[in-house]
């Protein structure tokens, strides 16, 4: 897909989400939003990974670490035939339901069990360490908070992935300064996170989160490094629709009903400006 095609497949995904959520009343809408751009970078230009070849051993490995933006990773994995889309519509967050508040292997496309942060990447460390040992060519990716950072278990992860030279391991910050409280600076600070992991041992790549070929680049260009590679991807939560843009409170908020219209209008307008592009 060009630029112009995963831009659009963004608010095309940013739109089902927010639909999401709002029909059934619960969703991380600031967090899905965020790292709406990160997920179709990886997913339509990126992942070795298809419906078919999941379960395949050289296939890459995606852990959603930040599991609570599990809605928008729902959408991706309803588009690309992992999971059917009017059964996501319709059973999500619902009793009995696959589709719950975070990830779990009951869906498609999942290899582990995310949401108690801090755990992604050691999980990664794992499975790209197994990757070497056993001479496969797949790629691990792990999708992190910025908040999520505060977890010891990451730097402990963080230690091996630089001690075992995981040059096959591609770790991503979504690095919109916010938690679920408010400010990473004022909650917990994570800044400066470029410099804690080179000095763990990792190759630090600095990007726009929210601009998929900047994102896409950083995620494709070759590790001649020999080191595990980190992108930090600077992002705006809530990114997309105005209301819920850099605000602590929309990390979970939901949309009241003049909010989600707004939403799908301006959602509808990114779109049309895109078609004239
Ligand atoms: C171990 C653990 N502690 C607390 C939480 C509750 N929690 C859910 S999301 C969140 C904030 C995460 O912030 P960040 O990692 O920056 O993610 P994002 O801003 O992308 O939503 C917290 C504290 C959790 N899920 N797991
Ligand atoms: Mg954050």
């Known amino acids: 897909m060009n630029t112009l095609a995963l831009k659009k497949k963004a608010v095309q995904l940013r739109k089902r989400t927010w639909q999401l959520i709002y029909n059934h009343k619960n969703g991380h809408t600031g967090s899905d939003l965020s790292c709406a751009d990160i997920l179709v970078a990886l997913y339509y230009d990126v992942l070795k990974q298809t419906p078919d070849t999941f379960e395949t051993p050289d296939a890459d490995t995606y852990i959603q670490s ?7 990773w729902y959408e ?4 690309k035939g992992y999971i059917d889309q009017k059964d996501l519509d319709k059973r999500y967050s619902t009793f009995n339901s696959p589709y719950i508040g975070h990830p779990t ?3 498609k496309g999942m290899e582990f069990h995310t949401g108690s942060l801090g755990h992604g990447l050691g999980l990664g460390v794992g499975v790209a360490l197994a ?3 056993d001479g496969r060519s797949k790629h691990t990716y792990v999708l992190m908070g910025d908040g999520e950072q505060a977890e ?7 230690m091996a992935a630089g001690n075992y030279s995981l040059d096959n391991l591609t770790a991503i910050v979504d690095h919109n300064n916010l938690q679920i409280t408010g400010t990473t600076d004022t909650v ?3 800044n400066p996170i470029n410099s804690k992991y080179e000095s763990f041992g990792w190759d630090v790549i600095e990007v726009n989160g929210n601009d998929i070929a900047s994102v896409s680049n950083a995620l494709k260009k070759p590790n001649e490094t020999g080191k595990p590679r980190l992108i930090v991807a600077n992002t705006i939560k809530g990114r997309g629709i105005t209301v819920a843009e850099n605000r602590a409170d929309w990390h979970h908020k939901i949309p009241t009903q003049a909010e989600y219209e707004e939403g799908i209008c301006e959602l509808d307008a990114q779109m049309e400006a895109l078609d004239h592009e």
């Open 66 to 72: 930040k599991g609570h933006a599990v809605e928008i």
């Open 76 to 79: 991706v994995l309803a588009d």
């Open 105 to 107: 292997t009951d869906v």
């Open 131 to 133: 990757a070497k040992m």
């Open 152 to 158: 010891g278990s990451v730097w402990e992860a963080a």
């Open 188 to 190: 917990m600070r994570s």
